[in-house]
């Protein structure tokens, strides 16, 4: 994290924040409400609270069509009121924009964001943030399905197609399971380790996912349902693992020009076909690290790399550490 000054209080409880905006994906806060409750059970003395927020209405009904009861309406926080120590804006891909920008909601975050309250957004709450201008000169995340839209409708700011991105007191993410990843986040920063992963094991998590990891979503599904072509093309290079075709040969498989291939990829993923082959590889061979006792050396020729030493250098590259310090790390 990059923050210049700590993103939580150091002591006593904290508030965490919930802005519920109709629609939103009631698999966010839950999974985000879990990892808090967790969390609390396993620190010395229980360290958070949180409290759902909305603009007037007592029950917001979530994607699923769920009602669910707010705890506070912004507008006896306007003034002099309470505020979160921490506030996330939750909403679903077709949020209601007349809700999302309305005066009042952004005037509120506004003041928040006024008074240093580290603001978030989850799945398509980030593009309130930006739309209200919080997100202006910050990195972001937000779900692959609005990448697209939210590019052309703010040019300016940085997107990344990682799962969460904290970028000082902005931390936004990409929805669904990625919620949990970013709360471990938190909660390791801010607690230590061993009670982010204490918290993992309660949640059944595996691996917690970090600011390296990108969408897959946002790289293969998206793609591939944009684009024939290139769907066949990542097809046979998720076949081809362990033996990669070189460019030639894969052009000739999907029956392209090393150009119209080249082409391709940069258009619907922005990045080459090497680089784009290179980093499925990669993600693979951190699934095998993390999910299968294999030896690296092993893990390095399932995944078509020559040698240990070759390996190690592009796996460091993308991922900022090494495979036998990836493979032995707690988060």
Same mark, same amino acid.
């Given at each position: ?43 010395? !003395? ?5 409290? %759902?927020?909305?603009? =007037? +209405? #007592?029950? &917001?009904?979530?994607?699923? $069509? ?98 969460? !991105? ?5 931390? %936004?993410?990409?929805? =669904? +399971? #990625?919620? &949990?990843?970013?709360?471990? $986040? ?105 999910? %299968? ?39």
């Amino acid at each position: 994290m990059t923050a210049h000054r700590p993103l939580l209080p150091r002591e006593g409880e904290i508030e965490i924040g919930f802005l519920l905006l109709p629609g939103f994906p009631l698999v966010c806060l839950s999974s985000a409400l879990d990892a808090l409750r967790h969390a609390n059970g396993f620190a010395s !003395s229980p360290r958070y609270t949180y409290r %759902t927020y909305a603009r =007037g +209405a #007592a029950l &917001i009904k979530a994607s699923n $069509r769920l009602d669910i009861q707010t705890g506070s309406d912004i507008g006896e926080h306007t003034v002099d009121g309470n505020t979160p120590d921490l506030l996330f804006v939750c909403a679903g891909t077709n949020f209601p924009a007349e809700e999302a920008y309305h005066p009042k909601l952004q005037s509120w975050l506004r003041r928040l964001a006024r008074r240093g309250v580290p603001l978030g957004g989850i799945s398509a709450g980030t593009h309130i943030l930006a739309k209200t201008g919080l997100l202006d000169g910050y990195r972001c995340a937000l779900h692959w399905y609005d990448a697209s839209v939210f590019r052309e409708t703010f040019p300016d700011i940085d997107v990344t197609d990682r799962l969460f !991105s904290i970028d000082r007191d902005r931390l %936004t993410c990409s929805g =669904g +399971a #990625a919620t &949990i990843d970013m709360m471990l $986040r938190i909660v390791a920063d801010d607690l230590g380790e061993r009670v982010a992963s204490k918290t993992a094991e309660m949640m059944q998590v595996e691996r917690v996912r970090s600011t390296d990891d990108r969408q897959s979503s946002a790289s293969l599904y998206k793609a591939k349902a944009r684009s024939a072509p290139l769907a066949k093309a990542i097809g046979a290079m998720e076949a081809n693992l362990d033996a990669p075709f070189s460019m030639i040969e894969l052009s000739a498989e999907v029956g392209l020009t090393r150009r119209q291939l080249h082409r391709l990829f940069r258009q619907y993923t922005g990045e080459t076909p090497t680089d784009f082959y290179r980093d499925l590889r990669l993600r693979h061979a951190r699934s095998l690290l993390h999910g %299968t006792p294999a030896k690296i050396i092993d893990v390095a020729t399932a995944t078509g790399f020559g040698s240990h030493s070759h390996f190690t250098k592009v796996y460091r590259e993308r991922f900022g550490i090494s495979p036998l310090k990836d493979r032995h790390s707690d988060l």
